[in-house]
């Protein structure tokens, strides 16, 4: 899913299959709190991004699944309007 298409409300994101721009602008930012979290996105980054790009998000939630450090996948479920 292309982040700069129009989504469905309620799309579900797998932040490895963004366009690369967006999500080098969201790894620019991971949470630098210890190694073991740089894997992770800061949820207020992506919501500003989001917002930047036109969208209100008006949920949002990420699971995470394996924790292999930077092989770590992050699926944000998030409930958008543009």
């Known amino acids: 899913i292309i982040v700069t298409e129009k989504l469905p409300y309620g799309t579900h994101i797998d932040v490895r299959s963004m366009d690369t721009a967006l999500l080098e602008e969201l ?23 989001l917002e930047g790009r036109g969208y209100t998000v008006v949920a949002m939630c990420c699971t995470g699944e394996g924790n292999s450090g930077l092989e770590q996948k992050l699926v944000w479920t998030l409930q958008l309007k543009s």
């Not at 620019?28 to 500003?48: E, I, N, P």
């Open 27 to 49: 790894q620019a930012t991971k949470s630098s709190r210890s190694d073991r979290y740089k894997s992770k996105l800061s949820a207020r980054k992506v919501l500003d991004v």
